[in-house]
C-alpha cells in the first residue's frame, strides 16, 4: 500500500468545497478529495485543480487510505441526513483518534448528538461554522469550529492558515466551544446576517418609494455610507448592486428582480432558538418573516388593489436631512441586530455549559465573512472592557452611539407610518430599544389577566422578588393557585 500522503481530505465538491480545496491547496496543504459522483472529481483534477497537489479518490476507501493519522477529513454535503449517511460510511473505516468535520450549514443540535456519538466510538467530531461564501472560501473565510476539542489542535494549523485575516495577520478562526457550539454560533451569524440584509432593503424602499431615488443615485448613496461607519461587506455588495446594468436592456438589474425571496433555514432556527431561550431576538424574526411575507407575491399583488392606506407621496421635507436621517436608522438598528444576536449566545452559553467568548466570536466576523465591518472591531473592544457585558447597548461606545442617532432614527420611523412604508426591522429595533430601556413595562397588567383566567399567580412591587401571589378576580375562584409560574 502507497505511504499516505493528504494533510486532510474533503468530500463533497460543490461550491464552498471546491474553493476550500483550493485555498488549503494554496496554503501547502495537500488535500485528497472525493465527491459521490466521482466524474466530479475527475473533472475537477482535470480543471481548477490540474497541476496541483490534490489527490483525487474515487472512493471512500481509497480517500481515508490517502490520509496521514490521525486522519482529518471535512465534510461538505447537504445539512441533514446525508451528513449521517458520510458519517456512516466513514466511521467503521476510521480508527480512534480521528477526527471527522462537518463544515455545512447544520443545525446545532445535530452537532451535539453527533460528536457524543462518535466520542463513544473514539473519534473526534467538529461541526465547523464557515461564512464567506464563494470567494471567502476560495481567499479567507471565516472559521467557526466547535466540537471535541481534542481535535483543535490537529485542524488549527490549516483552519487558521486557511481563514481571513485582520489586524495585523490575526485569524478569523478560533475554538468557539463544546459540542454543537460552532454552529450555533454560525446560526447567529447567519441571523444576524438576515437583519443587516433586511435592514439594507429597508433603508433602499425608503430611498426610492419616498425619495425616487434610481438606481445611479442609490449607488452614490451606498459608495458614501461605505466610506463612514456602515463600512460592510454587505453595503458595499449593495452599492455595486445598484451600478450593474443588465447586458441586454441597459437597464440596471435590480428593478428587473422579482421582490420574492427565499431562505435556507438557518435565520428560522436562530427566532426558533430565541424563542427556548427567552430572549428576544425581534429584529432578526421580523427579517425571518419579511422574507416570508414576500413570497406571498399573488397574494400581494390583489391586496394592492383591495387594501386602502396612505397615498406614498413624493417626500416634501429635506432630501439630504432626510438621507442622512436614514443613514442613522440604519447604523441603530444594526446595532440592536447585534446586540440581540450577542444576548442570545450569552444566554446559551449560560443554558448550555459551554463557554463563548463574545468578544472572540467578534474578531472571527471582522473578516472572511458575509457581515463582516469595520463595526465589528468595535464590538470586540466592547467585550475587551467587559467580557461580562450582558447588552452591547450598555456598553458606553454603543450608547453613545445610539444616542447620536437616535433622532435621526425617531424621524424615519414616523415618516415611514405615515407614509405606509412597511419598515418591519427597523421599527421593532426601536421598539426593543425602547422596551430595554423602560423601567416599566405594562406586563403587571398582563400578569393580572393571567391570574385571572389562569390562577398564574404574579409578584407584588411591595413585597420582596421570588413571592408569589393570586388574587380571587371574580370571588368565585377559590384560593388554589396554579402550581407552575412562568414569567
Known amino acids: 500500500m502507497a505511504t499516505p500522503t493528504a494533510d486532510i481530505g474533503l468530500i463533497g465538491l460543490a461550491v464552498m468545497g471546491e474553493n476550500l480545496v483550493l485555498n488549503m491547496e494554496d496554503h501547502g496543504f495537500t488535500v485528497a478529495v472525493f465527491n459521490r459522483t466521482t466524474s466530479r472529481v475527475d473533472e475537477f483534477l482535470a480543471g481548477r485543480a490540474k497541476g496541483k497537489k490534490i489527490v483525487g479518490c474515487h472512493s471512500v476507501e481509497e480517500l481515508v487510505a490517502s490520509l496521514k493519522r490521525p486522519r482529518k477529513i471535512m465534510i461538505m454535503v447537504k445539512a441533514g441526513s446525508a451528513v449521517d449517511a458520510v458519517i456512516d460510511q466513514l466511521a467503521p473505516l476510521l480508527e480512534p483518534g480521528d477526527i471527522l468535520i462537518d463544515g455545512g450549514n447544520t443545525h446545532h443540535p445535530d452537532t451535539t448528538r453527533r460528536t457524543r456519538a462518535l466520542k463513544e466510538k473514539g473519534l473526534l467530531f467538529i461541526g465547523t461554522g464557515v461564512s464567506g461564501g464563494e470567494e471567502g472560501a476560495l481567499r479567507g473565510p471565516s472559521i467557526m469550529p466547535g466540537g471535541n476539542p481534542d481535535a483543535w489542535p490537529h485542524v488549527k494549523p490549516i483552519f487558521q492558515a486557511i481563514a481571513a485575516k485582520v489586524d495585523g495577520n490575526v485569524p478569523c478562526c478560533d475554538w468557539v466551544g463544546p459540542e454543537g457550539a460552532g454552529h450555533f454560533v454560525k446560526m447567529v451569524h447567519n441571523g444576524i446576517e438576515y437583519g443587516d440584509m433586511q435592514l439594507i432593503c429597508e433603508a433602499y424602499h425608503l430611498l426610492h418609494a419616498l425619495l425616487g431615488f434610481g438606481a445611479d443615485a442609490l449607488h452614490e448613496v451606498f459608495d458614501r455610507w461605505n466610506r463612514g461607519p456602515l463600512d460592510s461587506y454587505l453595503i458595499e455588495i449593495t452599492r455595486d448592486i445598484f451600478g450593474y446594468r443588465d447586458p ?39 427579517a425571518v418573516y419579511a422574507r416570508c411575507l414576500s413570497a406571498l407575491k399573488e397574494e400581494r399583488v390583489r391586496a394592492s388593489g383591495i387594501l386602502k392606506g396612505p397615498a406614498v407621496e413624493s417626500f416634501s421635507g429635506n432630501v439630504q436631512q432626510f438621507v442622512d436621517d436614514v443613514e442613522m436608522a440604519l447604523y441603530a438598528s444594526k446595532i440592536i441586530s447585534y446586540a440581540q444576536g450577542f444576548a442570545l449566545m450569552r444566554a446559551m452559553a449560560r443554558e448550555s455549559g459551554w463557554t463563548i467568548e463574545n468578544g472572540s466570536v467578534a474578531l472571527m466576523w471582522r473578516g472572511g465573512c458575509i457581515i463582516r465591518s ?28 445610539l444616542e447620536r442617532s437616535q433622532s ?80
Open 248 to 286: 441586454e436592456s441597459g437597464q440596471p438589474m435590480v428593478d428587473l428582480i422579482l421582490d420574492t425571496a427565499g431562505q435556507k433555514g438557518t435565520g428560522k432556527w436562530t427566532v426558533i432558538s430565541s424563542a427556548e431561550l427567552g430572549v428576544p431576538l425581534t429584529l432578526i424574526a421580523e
Open 374 to 401: 469595520a463595526f465589528l472591531g468595535k464590538i470586540k473592544e466592547a467585550f475587551d472592557r467587559n467580557p461580562a457585558l450582558d447588552n452591547l447597548m450598555l456598553d458606553p461606545y454603543f450608547q453613545g452611539e
Open 408 to 487: 435621526g432614527w425617531r424621524r424615519v420611523a414616523s415618516v415611514a407610518v405615515s407614509h405606509g412604508i412597511p419598515i418591519p426591522a427597523m421599527s421593532s429595533a426601536l421598539a426593543y430599544y425602547d422596551g430595554y430601556r423602560s423601567d416599566r413595562l405594562p406586563t403587571n397588567l398582563l400578569q393580572a389577566q393571567r391570574d385571572y383566567f389562569g390562577a398564574h399567580t404574579y409578584e407584588r412591587t411591595d413585597r420582596p422578588r421570588g413571592e408569589f401571589f393570586h388574587t380571587n378576580w371574580t370571588g368565585r375562584g377559590g384560593t388554589t393557585a396554579s402550581t407552575t409560574y412562568n414569567a
